[in-house]
C-alpha cells in the first residue's frame, strides 16, 4: 500500500520554541493531506486539512496562528506548532491522500504516517 | 452530520476466544465506513472498508466486519483472538470532502 512518513518521530523542546513536523508521501502524489491530534488512548481530533498549493482549512477551535500548515508540493506538507507550551503536547499524526485510484487506493483513501510524539517542557 | 459511536472503551478476551469490537454509525446517504488499529505511539493501520456490496467485509490480519443498516451497526469480528491484537481500534465514517469522523476508540486486551 501507499506509504507516509512522519519526521521526527519525537521531539522534546523548551516552552517559547517552535517545532516543525514533516509529512511525506514516499510513493504517491498526495492531493490532500489531514493534520490530526491525539491525547492518551483518546480519539483523533482533525486539526485542519490541506490541500497542495493551497491554504489549510482549520477545523473549528483550532488556532490557525499557533498551528501552521503548509503544503507546498504534492508528496510534502509541514506542521509547525509555534510559540509551543506544554498544553501543545501530545500525539500528532498526519494522513495523506491522493487521486482515486492507483497506488493512492480506491477513493482516494487515507493513508496515515506514524506519528509524532510532542513534548513540551 | 456523520458520527460513529464505540459503546466500549475496553474489551477484554481471552486468546483463542472469538471477538468483537461494536461500532454504530449515524450518515445521511450511503455510508463509506473504516476500521483502523492502533498500537503503542504508532499511527493508524487500515483494516477494512465498507462502501457498497457484501455486507460482510473481510480485512487484514484475519479481521471481518458485518455492516447491518437496519441496525446501523458495522461490528468488528475475529473469529479467533490472538495476544498481539491488542491494541486501539478505531471505527471511522468518510464523510463528503473526505473527511474521517473518528469513534472514540476501544482499548482490545487479548490474555494469553
Known amino acids: 500500500g501507499a506509504v507516509v512518513s512522519q519526521h521526527p518521530s519525537r521531539v522534546i523542546c523548551k516552552s517559547g520554541t517552535s517545532v516543525k513536523i514533516e509529512c511525506r508521501s514516499l510513493d504517491f502524489q498526495a492531493t490532500t493531506m489531514f493534520w490530526y491530534r491525539q491525547f492518551p488512548k483518546k480519539s483523533l481530533m482533525l486539526m485542519a486539512t490541506?490541500?497542495?498549493?493551497?491554504?489549510?482549512?482549520?477545523e473549528q477551535g483550532v488556532e490557525k496562528d499557533k498551528f501552521l500548515i503548509n503544503h507546498a508540493s504534492l508528496t510534502l506538507s509541514t506542521l509547525t506548532v509555534t510559540s509551543a507550551h506544554p498544553e501543545d503536547s501530545s500525539f500528532y499524526i498526519c494522513s495523506a491522500r491522493g487521486k482515486a485510484g492507483g497506488l493512492a487506493g480506491a477513493l482516494g483513501e487515507q493513508f496515515f504516517g506514524p506519528g509524532t510524539r510532542l513534548t513540551v517542557l | 452530520a456523520q458520527s460513529v459511536a464505540q459503546p466500549e472503551d475496553q474489551v477484554n478476551v481471552a486468546e483463542g476466544n472469538p471477538l468483537t469490537v461494536k461500532c454504530t454509525y449515524s450518515?445521511?446517504?450511503?455510508?463509506?465506513l473504516f476500521w483502523y488499529v492502533q498500537y503503542p505511539n504508532r499511527g493508524l493501520q487500515f483494516l477494512l472498508k465498507y462502501i457498497t456490496g457484501d455486507n460482510l467485509v473481510k480485512g487484514s490480519y484475519g479481521f471481518e466486519a458485518e455492516f447491518n443498516k437496519s441496525q446501523t451497526s458495522f461490528h468488528l469480528k475475529k473469529p479467533s483472538a490472538l495476544v498481539s491484537d491488542s491494541a486501539l481500534y478505531f471505527c471511522?465514517?468518510?464523510?463528503?470532502?473526505?473527511?474521517?469522523?473518528f469513534g472514540q476508540g476501544t482499548e482490545l486486551s487479548v490474555k494469553p
Open positions: 490541506s490541500n497542495e498549493g493551497s491554504k489549510a482549512t482549520y
Open positions: 471511522a465514517v468518510r464523510e463528503w470532502g473526505g473527511k474521517l469522523i
Open positions: 450518515v445521511s446517504g450511503n455510508p463509506y
